[in-house]
């Protein structure tokens, strides 16, 4: 039987040091990433740290004294599988660690904790810039040449990263950097699952998963320009979301993401939540839309909306086309009409979204996960400024 050698000179079989690596692997992550510290973590944490290795996609481990050297990075393509060789007294042996459903689940639990810790950003959540990484990582797609896409993670490099539209989402990235200590998942794979958890911890629907990203280099990074602009009008959001092949329903279905979240003065320059429930998703943007009396917002910044009631949620000149452009209209009154309807239309969308350019296997089956806080939503804070409560039906 092959043999590695393990931290203390022991000898333990080929597949279990697999099996418990990766369970080590999510220990680690576990404790390094928790908020929460208590006497009962800290002990082993410091234990993990001193073991512990770093890597990233674009580096390999580096081996000092352990005779075990990973290869991150090394995922085959279609991202499937993630190779590690050891290194015995009978010379290099190549193995391939292949993750499941539950190892991905393990990873989804991991960012929902922290998105659980983590309540003092912004509305009180990391869920919205989560979601706003996973689209902008993905709505770069080009159908004609099959460039961009969710397939590479390219946004880590330069000029991607500096590109106007992606300003601010270093914080997701950074959000999501401690869970990368989980060597066998992809930058591309990770983003994405960290949408998915974003949009389920919100409350929204279940987005079925496949991974099969591959992180790609900074060669790959996309010109500026192949996000929306918000400045513009209805040609212009036809003329973005069809390159990524999307029609008029799919873009409004898209568009109800803007519940959640909200706009940063120092990010795009627009200011302000479009919802009362910027951490829940609700098709709350549909109705307001609708219901509300909007007018130009007077100040020194971007042209935007404000409602004239309270003057204290925002609609930017795109969402403001989906009330004034005729096809674009009745897909938003039938959204406000229907939670069901737009939930069901949202999640397909969003799976269509976050599959753009990736070369799955042709039998990549989708897999779908379950939150490990259910009680989260009970846990939901109001909107900071103005005080007003969360909105839930
Ligand atoms: C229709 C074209 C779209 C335009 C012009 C647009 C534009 C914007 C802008 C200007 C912001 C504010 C960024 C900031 O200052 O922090 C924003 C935020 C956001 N967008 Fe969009 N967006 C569009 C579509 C989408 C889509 C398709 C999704 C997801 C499916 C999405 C999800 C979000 C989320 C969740 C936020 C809030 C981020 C946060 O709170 O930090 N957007 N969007």
Known sequence: METVEVEGGLRIPLSRYTMASTARQFARVALRTTTRRTAFVAAPRQAFRQGGRRYNSSQAGKSGSSPLVW????????????????????????????????DYQEVYNVIANRLEENDEYDDGSYGPVLLRLAWHASGTYDKETGTGGSNGATMRFSPESGHGANAGLKAARDFLEPVKEI?????????????????????????????????????????????????????????????????????????????????????????????????????????????????????????????????????????????????????????????????????????????????????????TFTSPTPKRAAEMKPIRRDGLSVVRR
């Open 71 to 102: 290869i991150a990075g090394a995922a085959v393509a279609g991202g499937a599988g993630y190779y590690f060789y050891t290194q015995g007294a009978s010379g290099a042996a190549t193995k391939e660690f292949k993750p499941t459903q539950k």
């Open 183 to 367: 060597p066998w998942i992809t930058y591309s794979d990770l983003w994405i699952l960290g949408g998915v958890c974003a949009v389920q911890e919100m409350l929204g629907p279940q987005i079925p998963y496949r991974p099969g990203r591959v992180d790609r280099d900074m060669a790959a990074c996309t010109p500026d320009g192949r996000l929306p602009d918000a400045t513009q009008g209805s040609r212009h959001l036809r003329d973005i979301f069809g390159r990524m092949g999307f029609n008029d329903q799919e873009i409004v279905a898209l568009s109800g993401a803007h519940a959640l979240g909200r706009t940063h003065k120092d990010r795009s320059g627009f200011d302000g939540p479009w919802t009362f429930s910027p951490t829940v998703l609700t098709n709350d943007f549909y109705r307001l839309l609708l219901e509300e009396k909007w007018q130009w917002r007077k100040w020194e910044g971007p042209a935007q909306y404000e409602d004239k009631k309270t003057k204290s949620l925002m609609m930017l000149p795109t969402d403001m086309v989906l009330v004034q452009d005729k096809e674009f209209r009745k897909h938003t009154e039938r959204y406000a009409k229907d939670n069901d309807a737009f939930f069901k239309d949202f999640a397909a969308v969003v799976v269509k979204l976050f599959e753009l350019g990736v070369p799955f296997p042709e039998n990549a089956e989708r897999m």
